[in-house]
């Protein structure tokens, strides 16, 4: 496609369809652009807690069970960060956060089982 | 049928809430599908994650990741991967403030990340061969190409994806922006969770 097509922003004002707002698609471009900023500290966060986690497991050749700890513990904030900011889990509606809820339910359960047997035999 | 009849037969099989939320769940329909195609995704990824916790609690004996795998690569690879996810969130946000081009090439972006990690993987998977380790070497390499594997078809499926929509699919940018914006929205979100992933099986596979 060659042709250059004029920016233009979406929507600068707020759609709203049978009283329901859509907080995706429909935010001021200054606003966005806020968002674009939020994103790149995100990014370098990531980046950072990437780092700390090899140095540590890889660098420092942490023992396994302190390994896991730390590891796991930085996996779990990067995830965060990638579900709360690039997945804008934290501003979402209420649904997604039921659909969630039940899945991390039996995400628990499915975890659970194999832990149970391995605290067992202990 | 004359064409006024025509157009309305055509209106009335139009999908609704392709762009506009739903009053009910208050959101368009695509996003709604996208989480719960997630949330299987996430069963089984968690199918997979729950097996590993117990084959290697139940191994006599298990190998610290870094003795058997390239942490260097994998750790160049989970900076791929994480730099696709920002291309991603910023060609979706370029695309809402009217920035065609600047979101395409995002998407462009993204794709090529998308590349890179999987010609790094391409290249560990070789190593591994000519090392002879298989699937069948072991249990750690069993669980190692089973779960690098699936999350690579995951990385390939998104790339088709982001293909389809740097090529043919763009060209719903001139009639329907906002559903075009969307498509991206929901590719993002899938593209996310394949990431996510990666940053759970980086550490338990290579680091542990």
Request: charge should be neutral; hydrophobic fraction near 50%.
């Amino acid at each position: 496609m060659t042709e250059q097509i004029a920016a233009d922003p979406i929507v600068p004002e707020r759609h709203e369809h049978a009283g329901v707002q859509d907080p995706g698609t429909h935010h001021s471009p200054e606003h966005i652009k806020k968002e674009i900023r939020v994103y790149l500290i995100v990014f370098g966060a990531l980046t950072v807690l990437t780092a700390a986690t090899v140095f540590a497991c890889f660098g420092l050749k942490l023992p396994v069970h302190y390994a896991i700890m730390v590891a796991l513990t930085i996996a779990t904030m990067k995830g965060f960060l990638v579900a709360g900011f690039f997945m804008h889990l934290l501003t979402e509606k209420r649904l997604i956060y039921g659909v969630l809820i039940l899945t991390v339910v039996f995400f628990a359960a499915l975890l659970w089982l194999p832990v149970h047997d391995v605290i067992d035999k202990f | 049928m004359d064409a006024h009849a025509h157009t309305a037969h055509h209106a009335e099989f139009e999908i609704p809430y392709t762009v506009h939320p739903r009053p009910d769940t208050g959101l368009y329909n695509g996003k709604l599908g996208i989480w719960l195609f997630l949330a299987s995704e996430v069963m089984l990824f968690g199918a997979l994650f729950s097996s590993l916790i117990l084959i290697r609690s139940s191994a006599p004996s298990w190998p610290r990741g870094w003795e058997e795998l390239n942490v260097p690569l994998a750790t160049v690879n989970t900076f791929v991967l994480i730099a696709s996810s920002v291309t991603v969130v910023l060609a979706w946000a370029n695309l809402r403030l009217g920035n065609f081009n600047l979101g395409r090439l995002f998407i462009a972006l993204t794709l090529l990340c998308g590349l890179i990690f999987m010609v790094i993987k391409a290249f560990e998977y070789g190593h591994k061969f000519e090392l002879h380790h298989y699937p069948s070497t072991s249990n750690f390499f069993a669980t190692y190409f089973v779960m690098t594997g699936l999350h690579g078809l995951h990385v390939v499926g998104g790339m088709i994806v982001f293909a389809y929509f740097l090529t043919f699919g763009a060209k719903m940018w001139k009639t329907e922006r906002e559903r075009f914006t969307n498509r991206i929205e929901i590719v993002g979100l899938y593209w996310h969770f394949v990431d996510l992933v990666w940053i759970f099986l980086f550490p338990t596979l290579y680091l542990l």
